[in-house]
């Protein structure tokens, strides 16, 4: 049996569903991300987890026991939010103590798991400090060994990196998977944003109008998106709308603007109406049109440091793809080039519901 279980869980408010039918099996130690955009239900379902909403049908079961019906406080869960919620007036050491307070951890007790907390997230030097006197990347830090100080059996994040800039965010990312890991703690984080979700996560849960779409690693959630919808969430793509022109074993052709493209795939009868998926990294160029390569101009070149990023017209359509940086010379705009792939990195999806 699963550590976590959510079993068919629903949440309604009035006419208005949250969440529709969801199940979700996490197992011990495991990173899981709901992902997903704004109203999708994922940050319903963590506080239903947390206890802070009651499911409208469905059950929740931790380490084999139904918590469905149990009070937030009784759970013993840790949870970390956007906003932090550190108490101003205390001091780091006094915000990481008070759930071991509240617990009734005698004093020499709390001092100790206090200084391991604060040890952990590598800010013992700061424990007399106030939060006004922090970082924003300190302060989650200080959220975060309070919320572990308990040692609870779930860990719940709901978009805590959202208010930190890009760069201190991804060393956040990397501070908190590591620490993660060595604790290893079963943890849920909520998140719109689809790198974090990939970069952090041992499996990522696709969620849009209170649905499940799809469940899977990072990895598998790129390169195997189930359909329009998870591939152009999940990550830059160049999705083409086409039509199914010819069906061989295991292969079919799709008709874009009138390019044939053939790919890999399964079950479609000529005639369907599909969308065509390429990731900007999996698109090769070519000085001029060479075998087998779509025509294409580019439009545009946006230097991103470690790699150039270029807009392309074809016949295809707009197109954007990425290059290495290796201090080549770049393309320049209304260069002529020509545009190919590998096999494989083509991929036929239905259409999906969108957001």
Not at 73 to 91: C, D, E, K, W
Not at 212 to 235: C, E, K, L, N, R
Request: with cysteine; aromatic share 6%.
């Amino acid at each position: 049996m699963a550590f976590l279980h959510l079993e068919n869980i629903s949440k309604h408010f009035g006419e208005f569903v949250a969440v529709d039918n969801l199940s979700l099996s996490i197992e011990k130690g495991e990173f899981v991300s709901l992902l997903g955009p704004s109203g999708c239900g994922k940050t319903t379902t963590l506080q239903m987890v947390a206890g802070l909403h009651e499911p409208t049908a469905g059950r929740i079961s931790l380490d084999g026991e139904d918590i469905t019906d149990k009070q937030p406080n009784r759970r013993g869960l840790g949870i970390v939010f956007q906003s932090y919620a550190l108490f101003p007036h205390m001091t780091v050491a006094e915000n990481v103590s008070f759930g071991l307070e509240m617990r009734g951890i005698d004093v020499a007790n709390r001092k100790k798991k206090v200084a391991a907390a604060l040890d952990q997230v590598r800010l013992s030097e700061f424990s007399h400090r106030y939060p006004r006197e922090l970082s924003g990347g300190q302060r989650q830090r200080v959220a975060l060994a309070r919320a572990l100080v308990i040692e609870p059996p779930v860990l719940l994040l709901d978009e805590p990196l959202s208010n930190l800039d890009a760069k201190l965010r991804e060393d956040m990312q990397i501070e908190l998977r590591l620490l993660q890991q060595s604790i290893g703690v079963t943890t849920i984080l909520v998140t719109h944003d689809q790198s974090e979700a990939l970069s952090m996560s041992d499996r990522v849960v696709v969620m849009n109008k209170g649905k499940v779409v799809q469940i899977d690693t990072p990895v598998g959630m790129y390169d195997a998106p189930i359909d329009a919808f998870v591939s152009d969430f999940v990550g830059k793509t160049n999705l083409f709308q086409g039509t199914v022109s010819q069906v061989g074993k295991g292969t079919v052709t799709v008709d874009v603007n009138g390019v044939p493209i053939k790919a890999k795939a399964e079950n479609l009868s000529n005639g369907a109406a599909v969308f065509v998926s390429l990731r900007p990294e999996k698109i090769k160029l070519a000085a001029a049109k060479g075998n087998g390569g779509v025509a294409g101009e580019i439009d545009a070149a946006i230097f991103h440091g470690d790699q150039w990023l270029y807009k392309v017209s074809s016949a295809l359509g707009d197109i954007i793809l990425t290059e290495a940086n290796t201090g080549a010379k770049p393309r320049q705009r209304s260069d002529k080039i020509s545009l190919t792939w590998a096999d494989g990195a083509v991929r036929v999806l239905v259409p999906g519901e969108q957001p």
